[in-house]
């Protein structure tokens, strides 16, 4: 089975990236990495006044900042805080592309404007494509999340419909890239979308 070093799985959040990623390292044999575990080391040894772009929060609390923010707002500081968050994703999938071990890496940092512009062959961009129906009922079923949410009813809208907003950004974006796509609902099986992605893998 010829499959690069290193496979990259986008998407919005709540579209299903973690667990396709993980599936996909555990059949491989690769590990398995997130933009969002490096997102969470940066802004440890970062500050508001050093990086504000990667401190949207600013010492909020979670639920408060959904909350409180308009959609705008809330897409703004996405884009931002992804953007600045690349150069680190970068750094890594290069790294594993060329000697350290074969690496399965997803996370929402993964751009598909990004992901186009790195050299086929070690590295394969696949993107995961869903709907608002879909993250609503995967946030539903979250109850860390409902909690939160019981409290702040903004929450589950707000959250939503910035996931469905970055999830027809990719969309397009990968279409007008010729970046891989493959539909991860509700009604695809774990399986089913993890063979989908190893199949648009293989055929690039």
């Excluded at 959040?13 to 080391?41: E, F, H, I, N, Q």
Aim: aromatic residues 6%; glycine residues 4%.
């Amino acid at each position: 089975m010829n499959v690069p070093r290193v496979i990259l799985v986008g998407g919005a959040p709540l579209s299903g990236k973690t667990a396709v990623a993980c599936r996909l390292a555990a059949r491989l044999g690769y590990a398995c990495l997130s933009t969002d575990d490096l997102g969470t080391a940066i802004t440890a040894v970062t500050s508001s006044q050093s990086h504000p772009a990667l401190h949207p929060m600013a010492g909020q609390a979670f639920a408060e900042y959904y909350s409180q923010r308009d959609d705008e707002e809330l897409r703004s500081d996405a884009l931002r805080q992804l953007k600045a968050t690349w150069p680190a994703a970068a750094a890594v999938i290069h790294a594993h592309a060329t000697w350290r071990c074969p690496a399965v890496i997803e996370g929402w940092a993964l751009l598909p404007e990004y992901l186009a512009e790195l050299k086929p062959g070690a590295i394969a961009p696949v993107y995961l494509a869903s709907d608002e129906q879909t993250f609503r009922r995967r946030l539903e079923e979250d109850e860390d999340f409902r909690r939160a949410a019981s409290s702040h009813p903004k929450l589950i809208e707000r959250f939503c419909q910035r996931s469905a907003w970055y999830n027809r950004m990719v969309i397009d974006s990968a279409r007008r890239l010729g970046l891989p796509l493959v539909e991860s609902l509700s009604t695809n099986s774990l399986d089913e979308v993890t063979g989908a992605c190893l199949r648009a893998i293989q055929s690039e």
